[in-house]
């Protein structure tokens, strides 16, 4: 999730861009850059690394010194755009840094998000003789706003806007058009801040809260205008859309977080959007799934005898979700392994295997072990990870990224689902690579893919308050059981390690056909069991598991698919999820889960960005 801040108004705006920018840091970034308009002329600077980086090469501090960066020329710029950038297409370097130019630099642009149909639109554009100076997607903006401008920044954005497909936000000024400022929203974020005489546009309002408390947002598929005299806001066609400001009462520490109480909250709601950019620009028609981006050999995939899947704690568990997705689309025999286990019990690999490596911080030592030893078996080794740059970007032969933004609370959250997400992408490519799925079946696999964003709003929109109540009647339970069969046992497994790690009440999943072969003996009356019952080919056998244990008078607090009715005759609380095609369960039945948690720690007082003897990377073996 990139950061963008822009200005209009009477003040100089460097240092303003910047500490903006500074605001947005809990959005994480691996480059940042800044494009001053003064006197009809742009100077941009990019830099890579934090943003002291970029304070540096703009020369903040060091005025007088003369030294680097964009000189001082007076009168200073009052016109200006920033951005933090987190990589999703092309690496880390100066060049892929925003703001993008068009092909005479007078029209810059940052933005934020995924422009899906950026390949075709850079071959258009390359026709037309447009030279592109990097290898982003967003680049595509500031040469498509350059072919229809005359004049007019805003019916050129407008235009722009009408060839567009993704999810993304993105501000865009012009040489010409001091104290003008276009800016435009599909799906990802985009605000306004209104203050005196002067307007900011930014990704999030913690960019401007410092100068301004009055925040207007942009809804999708609308097109704004700044002025110093405010905003202008359209939809997609011209027409004028009235909105009206909100008065924003924050504190510095809510700021930080968006406006939520803790990190996790936030990131729990960011996982809509999170999903979204994760598959965006991989499912680009409604029949085909594109992950050229992994450069794997086709033959290799075609002939691959066997998939290894090498993790830890919640990154394990997504892995599970991917084994059922990959083996029952893509009939590849998938093992899973803790990647702690793995690394020491000599495993049987080999130069016809493909180990994959889930990790979303990049760093862990045991994954990261587990990878090179697969490797130096002559495996190839595919990393799932979440930090472009990271070890294990460098540890693999092939990288797919999720793109879930920084994950702060130490409880995996939006990785996991975005992990899961890539999961179900890696099992769709590799069953049409090998033919082993039919065309009608992808492009329906395909529908329900695209629409699962929704589905985990849909769902987080719905299921909140009921969790609650179910977590102010179990959060001083002494030990929470939670069972699953067959594609929902990975989606227990990882509620139960939410419950264990934030809230450090007792809890284990089970398979539930292996109830009777010991663990019903925990059982008792105050014994809360959340059971994910979700639609699938073991949902009768799930029944009558729940059937034993309600039977021993435990509550039975039951995750199942809308309208299908089935288990509420087995559950003493029915929470419902979407339906969906029964193997993309796992994406939203997930959420009451993480939400449980969530609440029974917050109700029990704990700190559940920080939770005790809990470390956000894990780089010590
Ligand atoms: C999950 O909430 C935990 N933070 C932890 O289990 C984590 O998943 C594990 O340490 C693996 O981290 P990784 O994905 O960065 O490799």
Redesign the pocket.
């Known amino acids: 999730m990139c950061g963008i801040v822009g200005y209009v108004g009477g003040r100089p705006c460097r240092d303003l861009l910047v500490a903006g920018l500074e605001k947005l840091e809990y959005r994480g970034y691996d480059s940042a850059g800044i494009s001053l308009l003064q006197d009809g002329h742009i100077d941009s600077v990019h830099a890579v690394g934090n943003l002291g980086n970029l304070r540096a090469a703009v020369g903040i501090g060091d005025e007088g010194a003369g030294a680097g960066g964009v000189a001082v020329a007076a009168p200073p710029a009052t016109t200006g755009l920033a951005h933090t950038r987190w990589a999703t297409h092309g690496r880390v370097t100066e060049e892929n840094a925003h703001p993008h130019g068009d092909c005479s630099g007078d029209i810059q642009i940052v933005l934020n998000g995924i422009v899906e149909n950026h390949t075709e639109l850079r071959a258009e554009l390359r026709a037309e003789d447009h030279d592109f100076s990097s290898e982003t997607d967003a680049e595509i903006v500031a040469h498509l706003i350059e072919r229809h401008y005359d004049g007019d920044l805003t019916l050129a954005v407008r235009r722009c806007f009408a060839e567009l497909r993704g999810h993304y936000a993105f501000a865009a000024m012009h040489a010409d058009e001091a104290g003008t400022l276009v800016a435009a929203r599909q799906e990802c974020p985009l605000v306004v801040g209104l203050g005196e005489s002067e307007t900011f546009v930014a990704s999030a309002i913690p960019a401007f809260l410092a100068e301004t408390r009055r925040a207007l947002t942009i809804e999708n598929g609308e097109i704004v205008t700044i002025t110093p005299r405010g905003a202008t806001v359209t939809d997609a066609d011209g027409n004028p859309v009235e909105r009206h400001h909100e008065q924003i009462t924050w504190d510095a520490e809510a700021a930080e977080k968006g406006g939520y109480e803790t990190f996790m909250r936030k990131e729990i709601d960011e996982q809509p959007d999170a999903v979204a950019e994760t598959i965006a620009d991989r499912l680009p028609s409604r029949d085909r799934v594109d992950l050229s981006e992994l450069e794997l050999a086709p033959d290799f995939v075609a002939g691959m005898r066997r998939i290894v899947i090498v993790?830890?704690?919640?990154?394990y568990h997504a892995g599970l979700v991917g084994r059922y997705a990959i083996e029952q689309w893509a009939r590849v025999p998938v093992e899973m392994d803790i990647a702690s286990e793995y690394r020491y019990r000599d495993p049987v690999v080999g130069s016809d295997d493909l180990v994959i490596g889930?990790?979303?911080?990049?760093?862990?030592a045991d994954?990261l072990a587990a990878m090179r030893l697969a490797r130096e078996r002559g495996a190839t080794v595919l990393a799932l990870t979440n930090i472009v740059g990271s070890q294990a970007t460098r540890d693999a032969d092939a990288v797919l990224f999720t793109r879930a933004g920084l994950e702060i609370g130490?409880?995996?959250t939006k990785?996991f689902t975005c992990q899961v997400a890539a999961m179900y992408l890696l099992g769709l490519w590799i069953a049409q690579q090998r033919g082993t799925i039919a065309a009608d079946r992808l492009a329906e696999l395909i529908a329900e893919l695209k629409a699962m964003p929704n589905r985990v709003q849909e769902t987080l929109s719905a299921v909140s308050e009921q969790v609650e109540t179910v977590a102010r009647a179990e959060h001083e339970g002494r030990f929470f059981l939670y069972l699953g069969r067959n594609i929902g046992l990975p989606v227990c497994l990882e509620g139960a390690?939410?419950m264990k790690?934030i809230s450090y009440i007792p809890s284990d999943a089970y398979a539930a056909g292996e109830m009777k072969h010991g663990p019903i003996a925990l059982l008792d009356e105050s014994t809360p069991v959340v059971c994910v019952a979700t639609d699938s080919p073991t949902l009768d056998k799930m029944l009558s598991n729940m059937e034993e244990v309600r039977a021993r008078g435990a509550d039975v607090i039951s995750v199942a698919t809308a309208g299908s009715g089935r288990t509420a005759d087995a559950s003493d609380l029915t929470i419902e999820v979407p339906r969906t095609d029964w193997v993309l369960q796992p994406l939203v039945a997930i959420l009451p889960l993480q939400l449980l948690a969530y609440h029974v720690a917050r109700m029990k007082g704990l700190n559940v960005d920080q939770p005790r003897n809990?470390a956000?990377?894990?780089t010590v073996e």
């Open positions: 993790a830890c704690g919640t990154s889930i990790t979303q911080s990049g760093e862990t994954t130490v409880a995996a990785t390690l939410k790690e809990l956000k990377t894990v």
